[in-house]
């Protein structure tokens, strides 16, 4: 039988690679300061300056996670073969941008005509490299250092480690760069539309029923006509509004059974519930709203979109399920 344990070897890997990133969080200065303060500078330029990450094998690899990271959060970023720069793609490259390179050695051959077009048009580089020493160490404006700590291979020098504290590292200057930027979650919708995080950063005002579906009486409003409204827009509920088009009281099946004697007779004021206390802001994400809905009691199925007091929507629990929200 093999003495073979896969478990303690995948626990090994883990513990070294943590034990690695802690090295880089107490490694973490200035140096770091300087990269973010580079990152905004080039997005606050008048023409907009880009993100170039870039980078050879595994660090290429990584480098392209970076550049989305960047993108996905507002950042506009891209990703630049070395290889391929030689070849014409330099040109992708504008001197409003900021590029980051990632090598471990800072010695790989294919950056080199990226280094010397950066030195040409002043364009900022940041390295992210072990060896500030090497030529891409010596050739940036910025060196983020990956911390000395051993491949978590035992015998074979992969790329584990390394590759690990510059994710990272990427993750961190993504991150810092998006809170110096003050970007929200209603912003990083925008750029996640489709899947289960485009559904929960969903607004109630993506969902919400308006204008025609809305429905609305106002207070002196006749019962006879008020129901009719509520039959017509078969949400079992009906909004009242006063002068001003401010939303003052709902009316749903529970009022109508407390006021069935002579109700006919009422207006809607007469007959509605003063509120209602549970309405939402068009801005509310949509996951809040259908908590809203269940908590505090009692429990309702429909909420009143409300703006400066006025009703501009109505949503139901049931648009916000079909939407992927839970």
């Known amino acids: 039988m093999s003495d073979f344990d896969a478990i303690a070897v995948g626990r090994r890997v883990l ?20 990269a973010v303060d580079l990152l905004f500078a080039a997005q606050t ?58 090598s471990k050695s800072g010695e790989v051959r294919e950056l080199s005509d990226i280094l010397a077009y ?49 994710m990272a590292l990427g993750d961190a200057l993504a991150v810092a760069l998006l809170e110096r930027r ?9 750029f996640h539309p489709g899947g289960k995080l485009g559904a929960m950063l969903r607004v109630v005002g993506d969902l919400m029923h308006s204008f025609g579906e809305l429905p609305i009486v106002s207070a002196d409003t006749p019962m006879p006509e008020t129901l009719l409204v509520m039959t017509e ?3 079992g509920i009906v909004g009242v509004t006063d002068a001003r088009g401010r939303l003052v009281g709902a009316i749903s099946d529970g009022d109508l059974r407390r006021h069935i004697d002579g109700l006919l ?37 429909v909420l009143f979109v409300v703006e400066a007091g006025k009703p501009v929507g109505i949503l139901h629990v049931h648009d916000i399920l079909r939407a992927g929200v839970m």
């Open 118 to 166: 950066a030195k040409r048009f002043s364009i900022p580089l940041i390295a992210l490299t072990a060896d500030p020493a090497s030529a891409l160490g010596q050739a940036a404006d910025v060196v983020l250092r990956l911390a000395a700590a051993d491949e978590a291979t035992s015998e074979v020098n992969a790329p584990t480690t390394s590759t690990t504290l510059q």
């Open 15 to 34: 513990a070294a690679e943590a034990e690695a990133l802690r090295l880089q969080a107490a490694a973490l200065g200035v140096e770091f300061v300087g």
């Open 233 to 235: 827009k078969r949400w």
């Open 182 to 190: 003050g970007f929200r979650s209603q912003d990083f919708r925008i």
């Open 45 to 102: 330029r008048a023409k907009g300056g880009r993100i170039v990450c870039t980078g050879m094998g595994k660090s290429g690899h990584v480098a392209r996670k970076i550049a989305a990271t960047f993108a996905s959060t507002g950042s506009p970023a891209l990703f630049v073969h070395p290889a391929e720069a030689s070849h014409g793609d330099l040109g992708m490259i504008a001197q409003d941008d900021v590029i980051v390179a990632l």
């Open 265 to 301: 007779a009422h207006k809607a004021s007469e007959v509605m519930t003063p509120g209602p206390k549970k309405t939402v802001p068009p801005g509310m994400l949509a996951s809040e709203a259908l908590a809203l809905m269940s908590d505090p009691a009692p429990a309702v199925t």
